[in-house]
């Protein structure tokens, strides 16, 4: 079993709409997650960061950590063309925030006009 | 604006040539990642420095090693390069505890005939 799993789409989504992309780990005592913002051709960049269950959101990104189901997803609001991207869902599977990061294979999202 | 610089955006090298990769940061960041990326793997962590002169190695060091001199400068090195190390190589840094990749370098493609 893969340590960090995501469907690697990819998920199309009209313009406007909400986008939700998953990611569920294997390691019950991963402590914090990232998601990172891939666009073709460029270098990953981090876009949000959860430590706790629930919900944290940064302008129209909402990112959703359930640890007792293990999973984290990021949902993106009001969809734009601009958010088409493979979107890398990473989680340090070591206890504290010392370790270093699993990476999952990415989701790619198209965001169709 | 933050910046870090790889030395090569495209190389191509030929089998048991000994290779550099190097990568460049201006942040004084104490962390410097080398990643290499290739399709349906993800990011794959190949060694780590958390401070000059300290490395770490990560999930595939094998056939790599690196050199940190000084602070801004993280060296990668294909001892005897072989065609499965062909890939897509990225640089980051960050700083402070928790060995996130905060800030990506352009990568360099790396091509071995």
């Known amino acids: 079993q893969k340590e960090v799993e995501q469907n690697s789409g990819p998920l199309s989504v009209p313009e406007g709409a909400i986008a939700s992309l998953n990611c569920t780990y294997s390691?019950?005592?991963?402590?914090?997650f990232f998601w990172y913002r891939q666009y073709s051709g460029k270098s990953p960049e981090l876009i949000m960061s959860i430590y706790s269950n629930g919900d944290k959101e940064d302008g129209r990104f909402t990112a959703q950590l359930n640890k007792a189901s293990q999973y984290v997803s990021l949902l993106i609001r009001d969809s734009q063309p601009s958010d088409s991207a493979t979107y890398l869902c990473a989680v340090n599977i070591t206890p504290g925030n010392t370790g270093k990061l699993i990476f999952g294979q990415g989701t790619t999202l198209q965001v169709k006009p | 604006d933050v910046k870090v610089t790889q030395s090569s955006r495209y190389l191509v090298k030929r089998t048991g040539e000994k290779v550099f990769l190097e990568c460049v940061q201006d942040?004084?960041?104490?962390?410097m990642f080398w990643y290499r990326q290739d399709p349906g793997l993800g990011l794959r962590l190949i060694y780590f420095?958390?401070?000059?002169?300290?490395?770490e190695k990560g999930d595939i060091p094998e056939g790599y090693s690196v050199s940190r001199e000084k602070k801004e400068r993280f060296s990668l090195i294909l001892e005897s390069a072989s065609t499965n190390q062909t890939s897509m190589y990225l640089c980051?840094?960050?700083?402070?505890?928790?060995?996130?990749?905060?800030?990506f370098g352009d990568g360099t493609r790396l091509s071995i005939l």
């Open positions: 420095s958390y401070d000059v002169k300290m490395k």
């Open positions: 390691d019950r005592g991963s402590q914090s």
């Open positions: 942040m004084d960041h104490e962390n």
């Open positions: 980051a840094s960050s700083l402070g505890r928790g060995l996130k990749p905060q800030h």
